[in-house]
């Protein structure tokens, strides 16, 4: 049954599921490079930008990018990385910035870790699967001492604060909390869009969907490699 699911053809030359998969692909992919696309009319007056329905100006398109920046920071600090924060993302009273410690000095606060850009190297040449910068030893100081693998996962379990919300104690066992669980995963996911809008506007010429949606931060299992890399810090 597997056989007849991961294979173009059967070894008894009948087509197969995928068989029929693949070709319904390959039909609607020539459809697609065969049509023409409605066009759009991009005109300039001044500075503004009209396109079609749409007209904006390029100091609302500034605006626009600078306040999802702060949005996006904020999400991360405070629904993310779980920080000690008000609304607008700045440190919350009793939380410090630039320890290199996972627990603040004032209870329920957090110090934030340090990260020192301009220090970060990389092996561009490093093809082991699951690699990248991070995994670089000499990456250790640049991270303020910081473990980033467990940093997270020891102050959800450590914190009181967070304790209290990922967690309920259930006949003497700690259980997670699935609902608050769900919300995190919910959480990141509305970063990631934020953080790929940002990519996508902010980071030189646009790219092309699948080439922005499948860049990997790590080598894949299957020998494919990374396409993020650091390179003076």
Request: charged share 25%; net charge negative; proline share 3%.
């Amino acid at each position: 049954m597997v056989q007849r699911f991961m294979t173009i053809v059967a070894y008894d030359g009948r087509s197969s599921p995928m068989d029929s998969v693949l070709r319904l692909r390959a039909y609607g992919k020539a459809i697609r490079a065969n049509t023409n696309a409605d066009g759009v009319v991009v005109d300039w007056h001044g500075d503004e930008l009209l396109m079609g329905h749409v007209q904006f100006s390029m100091a609302s398109l500034r605006a626009m990018i600078h306040g999802l920046l702060h949005t996006a920071r904020a999400q991360l600090r405070k629904a993310v990385l779980l920080l000690d924060v008000d609304e607008e993302g700045e440190p919350a009273a009793g939380a410090t910035t630039g320890a290199t410690g996972a627990t603040g000095t004032t209870a329920g606060a957090t110090a934030w870790p340090v990260i020192r850009w301009d220090r970060l190297v990389d092996n561009a040449a490093e093809t082991r699967a699951g690699w990248s910068f991070a995994e670089d030893p000499r990456n250790e100081e640049a991270f303020g001492g910081v473990d980033e693998k467990t940093w997270l996962a020891g102050r959800v379990a450590g914190e009181a604060r967070l304790r209290g919300e990922f967690f309920k104690a259930s006949d003497g066992v700690a259980r997670w909390q699935m609902g608050r669980v769900r919300e995190y995963s919910e959480a990141i996911k509305s970063f990631r869009a934020q953080l790929l809008v940002l990519m996508h506007v902010s980071g030189g010429q646009p790219a092309r969907g699948t080439e922005l949606v499948s860049v990997q931060y790590k080598n894949g299992p299957d020998g494919d490699v990374r396409g993020l890399f650091v390179e003076d810090g």
